[in-house]
């Protein structure tokens, strides 16, 4: 292109800003909003997996250890794609422990379990405030038009499922054997 023509294209381009679109959407501050307090609880809930995964112990050290492990790696993935998707709708992306601190609304012990059973029913209760908040979330995002950010929450909102079902299941007393 010489630079008459990019001249002219940049003309043409004047009147479309993609980013101003994106922020003057109706509940685009909301549904940004919602997207930082999933970061931050996406960060609280990774720490306390790796917390869990460090300081588990017991005749069922190596399933959970390794588990809470699996799970943190899936919860990482999250905050990076939780972050990215504030980008895209145009806002600035948080990355200090104060503004986690302030956006998360996940609260953890600091007291580590007495037991590994302790430490899965407070990863179950973890991920089930989360996944109310999640819900609230895709609503916001599918009520203000914003498909990409809702099917975003959608998947998220899965992966919490999946991981409270492993963890529910561990909790589960089988059945006593030849019992009715
Ligand atoms: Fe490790």
């Known amino acids: ?58 005749p069922s050290f190596h399933d959970l250890h390794l588990l809470f492990d699996t799970h943190a790696t899936q919860v990482f993935e999250m905050i990076d794609e939780l972050a990215e998707r504030q980008r895209i709708l145009g806002a600035p992306a948080e990355y ?47 009520g203000a038009g914003d498909p990409g950010t809702s099917d975003l929450f959608a998947r998220v909102i899965q992966a919490h499922e999946k991981m409270e079902w492993f963890l529910r299941e561990i909790l589960e007393k089988a059945p006593p054997v030849g019992g009715n």
């Open 96 to 142: 200090t422990l104060e503004a986690m601190r302030a956006a998360s609304k996940l609260v953890v012990e600091g007291k580590i379990p007495a037991t590994p059973r302790e430490m899965v029913e407070h990863l179950v209760a973890s991920h089930r405030h989360v996944l109310s908040g999640l819900k609230g979330a895709f609503e916001l995002a599918d």
């Open 1 to 58: 292109m010489d630079g008459v023509s990019a001249l002219q294209a940049s003309d043409e381009l004047k009147g479309f800003s993609p980013l101003t679109e994106h922020m003057d959407r109706k509940g685009s501050s909301a549904v940004i909003e919602a997207l930082k307090r999933e970061q931050a609880n996406a960060v609280q809930l990774y720490l306390q997996y790796k917390g869990y995964h460090w300081n588990v112990f017991g």
